[in-house]
């Protein structure tokens, strides 16, 4: 199973919006609404900021919102702020012989 | 407050063994599919294994498969991964993460334990 594609690297400048894409297969992200996506800081673990394609966890900012069409999700940041610095990455159920699949991440700088 | 703590990494040579702990808190343990994951110096991250709420249902990697076993103690509310026949690229930060009930989604995760493969 091959990790579903992100851009490396994505920048903005505070107050901006970026979006984040993840692209995979009719296998994974284009045939079940199991996408999720964490934020991950430095030396820290992941964190949950969207499930299920488009949902927020409570206590997660509605700055950060989610979507998905065919085989490609999104992951959108609106009015970036110094903290939303960090990587990013997309997983989705799977088909496959291995039930999860992650994303290859990026990394989101604030300028 | 659910708690995840991971513990038993350290440095092993090639060949060898290491079991790794993961004490949970903060919720009803014995109900949620409970997992690995693990993230290689520098780079992303890597489902490595699964266990149902039960203990009876598991599943792998294929990169892992026939070398690691998963396992829970429901009455002390503990994940493990026991590691044999590790390799240099077995070398990363080990996750446990608890699964939300019918979903694919991770929702909490423990700090992570570093495992070192390397002679």
């Known amino acids: 199973q091959s990790a579903l594609t992100q851009p490396a690297s994505v920048s903005g400048s505070p107050g901006q919006s970026i979006t984040i894409s993840c692209t995979g297969t009719?296998?994974?992200?284009?045939?079940?609404?199991?996408v999720s996506w964490y934020q991950q800081h430095p030396g820290k673990a992941p964190k949950l900021m969207i499930y299920?394609?488009?949902n927020r966890p409570s206590g997660v900012s509605d700055r950060f919102s989610g979507s998905k069409s065919d085989n490609t999700a999104s992951l959108t940041i609106s009015g970036l702020h110094a903290e939303d610095e960090a990587d990013y990455y997309c997983s989705s159920y799977t088909s496959s012989s291995t039930p999860y699949v992650f994303g290859t991440g990026t990394k989101v700088t604030v300028l | 407050e659910v708690q995840l703590l991971e513990s038993g990494g350290g440095l092993v040579q090639p060949g060898g063994s290491l079991r790794l702990s993961c004490a949970a808190s903060?919720?009803?343990?014995?109900?949620?599919?409970m997992s690995w994951v693990r993230q290689a110096p520098g780079k992303g991250l890597q489902w490595v294994s699964s266990?149902?709420?039960?203990?009876?249902?598991?599943f792998y990697a294929d990169s892992v498969k026939g070398r690691f076993t998963i396992s829970r103690d429901n009455s002390k509310n503990t994940l493990y991964l026991q590691m044999n026949s590790l390799r240099a690229e077995d070398t990363a930060v080990y996750y446990c993460a608890k699964r939300q009930v019918g979903e694919y989604y991770f929702d909490y995760w423990g700090q992570g334990t570093l495992v070192t493969v390397s002679s």
């Open positions: 299920d394609v488009s």
């Open positions: 009719s296998s994974d992200v284009g045939g079940y609404n199991y």
């Open positions: 266990i149902s709420g039960s203990g009876i249902s598991t």
């Open positions: 903060g919720f009803t343990f014995r109900s949620y599919v």
